[in-house]
T-cell receptor, first 115, second 114 residues
């Protein structure tokens, strides 16, 4: 089954304790992206990657890191989490097509609570 | 600066009604406008999309209307059902090779009452 898998689905942790949210896709997609979803703010892009070893900032990158060492994986790293990073996070992937209109496939989300 | 403005924030309709969700944009470089549907506990999923060279697109009970001159587009759900209760996001993507970033509206929570 074609899917984007995020882990963990839920995490409660404390300020300053480094954490990583993993994202893996099995569709051989070149493009991957991380979003955060907050009430009343919709989906905001954190980082994206066009291919292996190619990453770039989205709209709200502060406090986050990413890496793309393999095509299928795109982990999100919070080196020193703070309470304002409490949010629902989504990973997404898509093909890179000539028409640029490939749909983005989303994971089911990771709910992070930073105390 | 919000580039895609979506309204209303929430919407309640009775079964069989026709909810309408509206979006407006400023950036004339946008050339692809998808709508995503999100159920609780799930990620958004592509519902329907339109390019600005057409004024309307239908897929089943879902219709996008597009007004290029007004820079507005809307989603209509015909004969709405309780199973359509979800959050809907409009989005926009700029034209250009290598441009894949979507800008999302803030979302509309739709409740369809039996």
């Amino acid at each position: 089954e074609a899917q984007v898998t995020q882990n963990p689905r839920y995490l409660i942790t404390v300020t300053g304790k480094k954490l990583t949210v993993t994202c893996s896709q099995n569709m051989n997609h070149e493009y991957m992206s991380w979003y955060r979803q907050d009430p009343g703010l919709g989906l905001r892009q954190i980082y994206y990657s066009m291919n292996v070893e190619v990453t770039d900032k989205g709209d709200v990158p502060e406090g986050y890191k990413v890496s793309r060492k393999e095509k299928r994986n795109f982990p999100l790293i919070l080196e020193s989490p703070s309470p304002n990073q409490t949010s629902l996070y989504f990973c997404a992937s898509s093909l890179v097509g000539a028409m640029n209109n490939q749909p983005q496939h989303f994971g089911d989300g990771t709910r992070l609570s930073i105390l | 600066q919000q580039q895609v403005k979506q309204s209303p924030q929430s919407l309640i309709v009775q079964k069989g009604g026709i909810p309408i969700i509206n979006c407006a944009y400023e950036n004339t470089a946008f050339d692809y406008f998808p709508w995503y549907q999100q159920f609780p506990g799930k990620g958004p999923a592509l519902l329907i999309a339109i390019r600005p060279d057409v004024s309307e697109k239908k897929e089943g009970r879902f219709t996008i209307s597009f007004n290029k001159s007004a820079k507005q587009f809307s989603l209509h759900i015909m004969d709405s059902q309780p199973g359509d209760s979800a959050t809907y996001f409009c989005a926009a993507k700029p034209r250009g090779a290598g441009s894949y970033q979507l800008t999302f509206g803030k979302g509309t929570k739709l409740s369809v009452i039996p």
